[in-house]
């Protein structure tokens, strides 16, 4: 089993930033994908950026550029820097990890882009 706990996320104006973090325990292995998702209200969820143990990233279209994902690996933490941030980037943003065995979800950190 793996927990996944995220930290974060709130309200910011738009063009601000904010940072979310998502710290794994449990059985980890040492090949994994960590990532986020998010699920903007009557939209199904969809995939924003994810990084793999060895630091290999890929990213949404629509964050590319404004999004980056990073993790330390000793603390098994997964972290998004989101700048720029547009209403449309208000959602659910969600903690995601893939081992061998199975893939784990995080409980979801609110992100409100307002002003």
């Known amino acids: 089993q793996v927990q996944l706990m995220e930290s974060g996320g709130g309200l910011v104006q738009p063009g601000g930033s904010l940072r979310l973090s998502c710290a794994a325990s449990?059985?980890?292995?040492?090949?994994?994908?960590m990532g986020w998702y998010r699920q903007a209200p009557g939209k199904e969820r969809e995939w924003v950026a994810t990084i793999t143990n060895l630091g290999s990233r890929n990213y949404a279209d629509s964050v590319n550029g404004r999004f980056t994902i990073s993790r330390d690996n000793a603390k098994n933490t997964v972290y998004l820097q989101m700048n720029s941030l547009k209403p449309e980037d208000t959602a659910v943003y969600y903690c995601?990890?893939?081992?061998?065995?199975?893939?784990?979800w995080g409980q979801g950190t609110q992100v409100t882009v307002s002003s």
């Open positions: 995601n990890i893939l081992v061998v065995f199975g893939e784990y």
């Open positions: 449990g059985r980890i292995l040492s090949f994994n994908r």
